[in-house]
Structure formats: C-alpha cells, structure tokens
T-cell receptor
Framework: LAKTTQPISMDSYEGQEVNITCSHN???????ITWYQQFPSQGPRFIIQGYKTKVTNEVASLFIPADRKSSTLSLPRVSLSDTAVYYC?????????????FGTGTKLQVIP | GAVVSQHPSWVICKSGTSVKIECRSL??????MFWYRQFPKQSLMLMAT?????????EQGVEKDKFLINHASLTLSTLTVTSAHPEDSSFYIC???????????FGSGTRLTVV
C-alpha cells in the first residue's frame, strides 16, 4: 500500500482557495487517489477521486501531475464549514476490495 | 449514493461488559466491510477486514478475541467489543464500497465510552 504524506495542519481565511498537497512517491500503476473529509465525531466523507491530470466536481478539484507521485486537492472559496480534517488515500479499485489505510490527514482551520 | 448505517452512534458501558456495534449497507451489498478505530486527534486506524461468510482478517496488534467481528449477511457486519475496559474507549467506524461506487462509504461512527 502506498504511503501518503500530508501537512499536519493548514489555516486559511474565508473566501480563499485552499490547496492541500499529498505526496505518494511509491504509488502503483493501478492505484487511484482519493480524498476524504472528516468532521469531528463523524465518519469520513468522500470528496473526489482521480487517476491522472485533473478532476473537478461540484465541491473540489484534484490535480495530479504526470508522474503521479503527488496530488493536490483544491477547495475554492472555503467557508467556515470547510474546517475539517482532509485525508489523501491511495489504492487500487480493481481486483476486488482493497483495504484502505489512512495517513495523518491535514487539519484545515478556516478563519473568519 | 451508497449509504452505510452504523448504530449506535454512542454508547456508555461499564468495564467488563460487552458492546455490539452494527454496520449496515442500506442500498447495496457489501461482501467486504472494514472496521476502524480512531482516538482523539488521531487518524483512523484499520482494525480488521470483515468478509461475508468467512472469518475476519485482523491487523497486526488487534486482538481478535477481544474484537469479535461477524459478517453473516451481505448487508450487515457487527463488531463486538468484549470485556471492555476504559482503554477501549474510542470512536469506531465501519466502511464499505458498493459495486460501481467511487470510493468507500463510511458509517457515521460509534463513540464508545467505557467507565
């Protein structure tokens, strides 16, 4: 399983764009990159997933360079409700279910 | 989308008693579910992989006799914390992935407090 490294914490003011980068140097060819959000005392919630280049949905964008050794989650115009811990996970989707292990995550604090 | 229902959301029990936590996939079948434990201000730690109709696979350091996992149907997995002690107090979370779903769906978690 590819190990991930993220900043422990980040602060941002409301309305700003936030970029959280995750390193996954030993990512395998069939691994996808998935980001989750977790609020206190809740289970993680899926945000976005990608394999390469750029993926965008209604809440975030995911940028993955050609070598796929890192990825960046971009949250546009954050609000106070985006204060949470964000986890980057790497793993394969094919070949049955693969266990998912979590790294340290990044605690994002949005400041008014 | 895929929904995983976890109950109870919180439980307080006396030391030495057992507590059962249920995890149900509501609109999909889950042959595999995962159980995690999370201590305050820490990340999720995978405890075990629950397989329908067979024995669970436990991560290193997790006592299988203390954390009993049963996955008797394609929609239900249970985690029983036996002879609970205060050090077992934690946030327990289950997850599963439905066929064709992107990513894993997590339950809302169970806050266990052993007094």
């Amino acid at each position: 399983l590819a190990k991930t490294t993220q900043p422990i914490s980040m602060d941002s003011y409301e309305g700003q764009e936030v970029n959280i980068t995750c390193s996954h140097n030993n990512i395998a060819t069939n691994d996808y990159i998935t980001w989750y959000q977790q609020f206190p005392s809740q289970g993680p919630r899926f945000i976005i997933q990608g394999y390469k280049t750029k993926v965008t949905n209604e809440v975030a964008s995911l940028f993955i360079p050609a070598d796929r050794k890192s990825s960046t989650l971009s949250l546009p115009r954050v609000s106070l409700s985006d204060t949470a811990v964000y986890y980057c996970l790497v793993g394969a989707l094919s070949g049955g279910y693969q266990k998912v292990t979590f790294g340290t995550g990044t605690k994002l604090q949005v400041i008014p | 989308g895929a929904v995983v229902s976890q109950h109870p959301s919180w439980v307080i029990c006396k030391s030495g008693t057992s507590v059962k936590i249920e995890c149900r996939s509501l609109d999909f079948q889950a042959t595999t579910m995962f159980w995690y434990r999370q201590f305050p201000k820490q990340s999720l730690m995978l405890m075990a992989t629950s397989n329908e109709g067979s024995k669970a696979t436990y991560e290193q350091g997790v006592e299988k006799d203390k954390f009993l996992i049963n996955h008797a149907s394609l929609t239900l997995s249970t985690l029983t914390v036996t002879s609970a002690h205060p050090e077992d107090s934690s946030f327990y979370i289950c997850s599963a992935r439905g066929q064709g779903s992107i990513g894993y769906t997590f339950g809302s978690g169970t806050r266990l407090t052993v007094v």
